[in-house]
């Protein structure tokens, strides 16, 4: 189980200090999908940032498996992030020069050496779970935008993370793509995987098992 308490996190640049989260909290069961919505500043992506451990609270606990994470060592931190933690955003952040398979394989690629044969096979798996078999010879720029966002979908799945966090995942799509991504995410979501989206579509949102309010940094 996923659990954050009491988060607090305010940005100051060039005198303007916002308090974008004020106490927060949140808990994500083993394959639980929760949505988290708000209006845009409210504080989501702030918060996705901060459970997904890519940002530092100043204050508050997140809790994994009966574990304090925020304290952890930075070299610990990051092997729970590369193993448990996928993460997704609005663009898909691909790297354009790679095929399809490439950047699902990015996980496990360390330097320049070159990545073992079951790993390969593994993102022909998870391509193939987001609908995209066959095509992870293609670079990005030769797939359409509801593909690209799979390509990253399946590149969080390689690791057989224990969550997925999207941050507006639907956000650049149109209405049918951004569609198909939903029923991808509520799939895997079927398949045990827990997932926690933030979105401003309430549509969106209600597909999820639970939907968490947020409003000028709070919980509501
Ligand atoms: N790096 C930053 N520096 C300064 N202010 C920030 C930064 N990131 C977010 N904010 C501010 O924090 C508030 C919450 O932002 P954010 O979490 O991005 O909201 P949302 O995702 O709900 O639109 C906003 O007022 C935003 O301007
Ligand atoms: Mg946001």
Redesign the pocket.
Known sequence: MLEAKNIIKT?R?EGVV?H?LDTVGITVDPGEFVSIV?R????????LNILSTLLAPDSGEIIYNGEDITSLPPRRLNELRHKDFAVVFQFHYLLPYLSARENVLLPYMKGLGRVPKDARMRADECLERVGLGGKGSKIPGHLSGGEQQRVAIARALVKKSWVLFADEPTGNLDKATGESVMDLLVDLKNDGLSVVM?THDDEYAARADRTVS?ADGRVI
């Open positions: 940005f640049s916002t974008a708000g845009s500043g409210s504080g989501k992506t702030t918060f933030v947020m």
